[in-house]
Each structure stands twice: as C-alpha cells, then as structure tokens.
C-alpha cells in the first residue's frame, strides 16, 4: 500500500518535495520509484532508488534538478524537485518493485502503485 503527498500548484522555478509512504511487509528491502503521467501523454519513468539508497536512476529530462531518496526507518521515498518548469505538469506516481535490488526504470517491473498526486507547474 503506497500513499503518495506534497503535490500541489507552483509557478516555475519553485520547488516541491513529494513523500511516498509504504505499509505492508517487505517494504525495506524494494526498489522505490517514481513515474507520471500528463494529460494525453503515456506515463514517464522520473526516478528510482534501491533498498539501499546507493543506487539511483534519473530520467533524462531530470537533468540534475531532481532528487530521489528513502527514510527506511519511516517507510517513506522522497523526490524533491527544484526548478519546476510547466512541462513537469503532470500526476505523479510511487511505485514499489519488491524483486529487484538495483535502480529499476521499467514501468513494467513495479508490483504496487500508488494512487497518485498532481502537480501542476503555471508559467
């Protein structure tokens, strides 16, 4: 069970932190990432961390403004964004792959998704 928060309405260049909160067994030992998805567009790997936190993946258009960590003692994967354009508009998704040990892109290997939270970058 995946919960995410921190959406919300920003201008461009404004950041924004989204929390991702696991409950259920195995949680600490998944690979945590995030997605989105815009309006008319498929959804698009962001990023996404191992158990350890040691390994990370970006997507390309992340470009060093993004940041994905975990708080194992918490339960909770994080994604800071620093500066938002209106082109990171979109719902934004946790997923959870609770078989692989590394930094997983694939949309298709996530087990358990969360419900999604909206950000929305105006100009």
């Known amino acids: 069970h995946l919960v995410e928060s921190g959406g919300g309405l920003v201008q461009a260049g404004d950041s924004l932190r989204l929390s991702c909160v696991a409950s259920?067994?195995?949680?600490?030992?998944?690979?945590m990432g995030w997605f989105r998805q815009a309006p008319g567009k498929e959804r698009e790997f962001v990023a996404a961390?191992?158990?350890?936190?040691?390994?990370?993946d970006y997507g390309d258009f992340v470009k060093g403004r993004f940041t994905i960590s975990r708080d194992n003692a918490k339960s909770t994967t994080y994604l800071q964004m620093n500066s938002l354009k209106p082109e990171d508009t979109a719902v934004y998704y946790c997923?959870?792959?609770?078989?692989?040990?590394?930094?997983?892109?694939?949309?298709?290997?996530?087990?358990?998704w969360g419900q999604g939270t909206q950000v929305t970058v105006s100009s």
């Open positions: 259920g067994p195995g949680w600490i030992h998944a690979t």
């Open positions: 997923a959870a792959d609770v078989h692989s040990t590394i930094a997983v892109v694939a949309a298709a290997e996530y087990d358990y």
């Open positions: 961390i191992n158990w350890s936190g040691v390994g990370t």
